[in-house]
């Protein structure tokens, strides 16, 4: 069990009041020095209380998704190995800690129950493979026994349901031996009903995001990166996009213009002349290349928190009396899942939902009236440069409870 190390067993668990207890005595007795870690994913019945009192230490978290709720738990985790256990497994995971190979060390049903037509496990295997190479004989199991280079390579884990498979990737990618175990396990089966079928909707979307471009929050959370989707809805601005994707995928460390310049050849650069540049030659103007250059810019200092820069380009929407059909369509889809922290904008989508807010302002707003709207941008900028928008924002009241509305609590 990695020598003297202590092996944590970590659970995630959703309104699992029926099970949770029986899941945690069971553990305990099989591996009696082993610390149990339940990550309880904003449950909504007994679940944290009845697995406090079977014995685990319970982190109470809102409800973010599985991959974000083991990632937080994760991190009370004794340094060490770690043991991966769904909330309603039944069996024994001994072998799969006390032999074998394998950094990352994953459990195969013995005997398959339940489950639907075999499309979230199909994709996952081909995703997996195109991914690393690595072929899985069973991508989708939360039965899984980490060293400690594992949990180094594996965490923080991608979101929700995409947690295994990203997890799996992430171990071939660092070069670790993944290796797989049959077992007698059982847990509660998947129907062929509605609720069914909806989860494994709701799994086969987190699978494929999770093999979409990633970044961290504030958290250190990983998170698909789906600002992207704005410029679907919005293609005009497709070199936006696509300026800021460079920025999220190849982006350093530098923030602010003084910072981006020091550094030279930066994707950071590349979008202090690539937007302008771009909105000058949609616009033919000078005023309008600096009012949607520096638009971007401002909505992207904004986007440090949940949802603040989708709130921002709500009130430039509603100051400038609307915006496109198709950017206040994806604001509003990307809404819940940027608030609840199963996603991030990153500097694609918030400097897209700025250009779309500067080029509006350009068709609304006089000449005198842009170069008004400039002088406050860049003003703003300038604060951005020498303090925080994001900490200006928090220590104004108004606009600190605007920012918190439906945000998750910490």
Known sequence: MGGAATLTILIAARDEEARIGATVAELRSLFP?????????????????????????????????????????????????????DADLRGDLRPLVEGGEGDLRIAVFERRQGGGFGLAKGASRRLIRFACGFDAREPLSGQRYLTQAARDAC??????????????????????????????LEHRPTDRDLRGFLHRGRQLRDIVLAFNPQGRNHRGLRLPLVGWLVAVAQPELLPVAAIG??????????????AHLRAGRTTGVLKLAGIPVFALWRTR?????????LSANVVNQ???????????????S????????????????????????????????????????????VGRLTERQRWSAIAALAGLTLLGERLSLGALVERTPVFRELDALGRQPK
């Open 33 to 85: 020095h082993a610390q149990v870690v339940v990550a309880d994913d904003g449950s909504r019945d007994g679940t944290a209380s009845i697995a406090t009192s079977a014995g685990a230490r319970t982190v109470r978290l809102p409800h973010r998704g599985k991959g974000q709720a083991l990632t937080l738990g994760e991190r009370v985790a004794a340094p060490g190995p770690l043991l991966l256990c």
């Open 318 to 361: 509603l100051l400038l009396r609307g915006a496109p059909r198709g950017a206040a369509a994806a604001a509003v889809l990307l809404a819940p899942y940027d608030l609840r922290e199963m996603a991030m904008l990153g500097d694609s989508g918030s400097n897209t939902l700025g250009a779309v807010l500067g080029l509006r302002s």
């Open 285 to 293: 103007s000078l005023s309008g290349a600096l009012l949607v250059g």
């Open 155 to 184: 965490f923080p884990l991608a979101a929700g349901f995409g947690c295994e498979v990203g997890m799996t990737v992430s171990a071939v990618e660092a070069g670790l031996p993944v290796t797989e175990h049959e077992l007698l």
């Open 245 to 258: 994707a460079a920025d999220d995928l190849w982006g350093g460390e530098e923030r602010g213009f003084r």
């Open 302 to 316: 904004l986007d440090t928190r949940p949802g603040r820069a989708l709130k921002a380009f709500a009130l430039g």
